[in-house]
């Protein structure tokens, strides 16, 4: 167990809705990542979070956001929903932002858009 | 976006072999890591790298940062059946710095051999 929970687990939804995942990081964590994983395009980084700043942002697409609150949990929130998006997306945590630090995966939340 | 290539895709081990693996970047990286990923699971950090030329050993594992900043490779001796799953090479150009984002390889899938 890494620590860091995901929920939920799995979601299906249809095309066009929007769904929302959220992600606790582990105890004394300030960073949070949101990655996606899926067949063709494997493990590609979406956002960093560090103590409720954004710091980095990879390839994510316009529909997709994320935040970070006071409490330090992650939420990433997908609108307009497509075939495509269907995938596995993990949080993943560390303690300062920096790539020194090492980050901790959740068990991923899979979605799936029907 | 920017990718690690990582070969092989996958292999197929008997109990005992030893095992090797690489990745390689166009672009210079100040950190390289290697994950492990299991069915359901999310990635769990194996080996972190910061320096070129080191050399690091975890158990049966051994990973080296090249010299050239520019690959990576790990080796797993005397593998076991619970060495199967998928290893991920990932690299970052951040050291020390205010982000985390890493860059994944594809993967390689290690199998039993039937």
């Known amino acids: 167990d890494s620590g860091v929970t995901q929920t939920p687990k799995h979601l299906i939804t249809a095309t066009g809705q929007r769904v929302t995942l959220r992600c606790s990081p582990r105890?004394?964590?300030?960073?949070v990542y949101w990655y996606q994983q899926s067949l063709d395009q494997g493990l590609q980084f979406l956002i960093q979070?560090?103590?409720?700043?954004?710091?980095a942002k990879g390839n994510i697409l316009e529909r997709f956001s994320a935040q970070q609150f006071p409490d330090l949990h992650s939420e990433l929130n997908l609108s307009s929903l497509e075939l495509g998006d269907s995938a596995l997306y993990f949080c993943?945590?560390?303690?300062?932002?920096?790539?020194?630090?090492?980050?901790?995966f959740g068990a991923g939340t899979r979605l799936s858009v029907l | 976006g920017q990718q690690l290539n990582q070969s092989p895709q996958s292999m197929f081990i008997q109990e005992g072999e030893d095992v090797s693996m690489n990745c390689t970047s166009s672009s210079i990286f100040n950190t390289w890591l290697w994950y492990k990923q299991d069915p359901g699971e999310g990635p769990v950090l194996l080996i972190a790298?910061?320096?070129?030329?080191e050399l690091t050993s975890n158990g049966r594992l051994t990973a080296q940062f090249g010299i050239t900043r520019k690959d990576s490779f790990l080796n797993i001796s005397a593998s076991i059946p619970s060495d199967v799953g998928i290893y991920f090479c990932?690299?970052?150009?951040?050291?020390?710095?205010?982000?985390?984002?890493?860059?994944f390889g594809k993967g390689t899938k290690l199998s039993v051999k039937p």
């Open positions: 979070y560090y103590n409720g700043e954004e710091r």
């Open positions: 105890s004394g964590d300030l960073s």
């Open positions: 993943a945590s560390s303690v300062g932002a920096g790539a020194e630090n090492i980050q901790y």
């Open positions: 790298l910061y320096k070129a030329g």
């Open positions: 990932a690299g970052s150009m951040n050291y020390g710095g205010s982000q985390g984002n890493l860059i």
